[in-house]
């Protein structure tokens, strides 16, 4: 069994909190988008919704949190 031991790895960023901004700049890379992100704790936040933003002229808004999200080129 492995113990944790708090340290995070260098390869690893530290996770961000849900909700803490409104607006958001994402990139292909981010795609598909989902809210909240991969980087973001999730235990204190709503369920995970995928959000068609390619679809929507490069912009779209979270029915959750009313995160905005802008794709950059």
Not at 39 to 65: F, K, Q, T
Request: with cysteine; hydrophobic share 35%.
């Amino acid at each position: 069994m492995l113990a944790y031991n708090g340290a995070m790895s260098a390869t690893t960023k530290p996770l961000i909190q849900p909700n803490a901004q409104h607006r958001y700049e994402v990139t292909a890379a981010d795609l598909p988008l989902a809210c909240p992100m991969p980087g973001m704790y999730l235990w204190n936040s709503h369920p995970r919704v995928y959000l068609p933003i390619e679809e929507d002229g490069g912009s779209a808004m979270c029915p959750y949190c009313s995160a905005e999200f802008t794709l950059k080129s």
